[in-house]
């Protein structure tokens, strides 16, 4: 007798999708019934106005805010099933504005992105500093891990941070508007670094950012957010004069800057 047996495996399956995810504070809607899929690999920016609801949806996604309708799946299940945060690297607003006189030095900074994947209370083990080291390597901070956080450039910091989120080995890393407060030069390394880990790590990125037309030849999709998902584009489509008009609420006029 021969006997056949059906293997049903889940492929593709989404990092983080949503279904007509809804949030509302004070009786105001600040994310209204978007439906989104980031899929393994991508490289996707957040775009929109100001108090659009960007940060608000990158909180949901993240747990940090509970939404008042809608699902959230991360690795396809459920947000409250999910456990996993050690896959989830996060870089938040301002992080180049951090209190000069934190006292915590680069490398203390960076072993802080350890504590998901190992708790707390435990000892590290040599997987913990090969990976602490490693996360430091890739964003070229060794040189400066004795060095008081403070004591740093706004571009040297932002590094740092990345190096922080990378430390748990993520699989996906979300970044809130991470040039705030960092010159020109440092963007242009901080947007080439990102393409490198993309690629050569294979690592998912999401990120909100107001420099789309630096790097819209680089990313492969845009959200473009202001309370509800206005379009999820090719970087040049949502870079039309109609569509910025739309997503910001204003005659929008397009200005090409080389470089």
């Known amino acids: 007798m021969h006997w056949s047996v059906k293997i049903t495996m889940k492929f593709n399956v989404p990092i983080f999708e949503t279904k007509f995810l809804h949030f509302v504070r004070q009786n105001q809607n600040i994310v209204n019934k978007v439906s989104l899929r ?28 509970k939404p008042t309708s809608g699902d959230i799946l991360l690795f396809g299940l459920p947000l409250k099933k999910f456990n996993s945060w050690d896959k989830i690297g996060f870089v938040p607003q301002r992080v180049t504005q951090i209190d000069l006189n934190f006292p915590a030095t680069v490398i203390e900074v960076v072993k802080m992105g350890r504590i998901a994947k190992r708790g707390f ?23 400066l891990k004795d060095k008081l956080i403070g004591d740093l450039s706004g571009g ?59 790097i819209a030849n680089d990313i492969d999709s845009i959200l473009c957010i202001n309370q509800g998902l206005l379009s999820c584009n090719s970087p040049h489509e949502a870079m039309s004069c109609s569509s910025m008009s739309k997503l910001y609420g204003i005659d929008a006029h397009i200005m090409h800057h080389h470089h």
């Open 38 to 65: 980031i899929n393994r690999g991508d490289y996707t920016a957040i775009i929109g106005p100001n108090g659009g609801g960007k940060t608000t949806l990158i909180r949901l996604l993240l747990g940090l805010e």
């Open 121 to 143: 209370f435990k000892k590290e083990s040599p997987e913990d500093l090969q990976a602490i080291e490693d996360a430091m390597k890739k964003m070229n901070v060794t040189y």
């Open 156 to 214: 040297q910091r932002q590094r740092v941070m990345i190096a922080r989120a990378l430390a748990s080995k993520p699989e996906v890393i979300i970044l809130d508007e991470p040039n705030t407060g960092v010159d020109a030069v440092s963007q242009q390394r901080f947007y080439s670094l990102l393409k490198e880990l993309n690629e050569k790590e294979k690592l998912t990125i999401l990120f909100i950012t107001h420099d789309i037309g630096v």
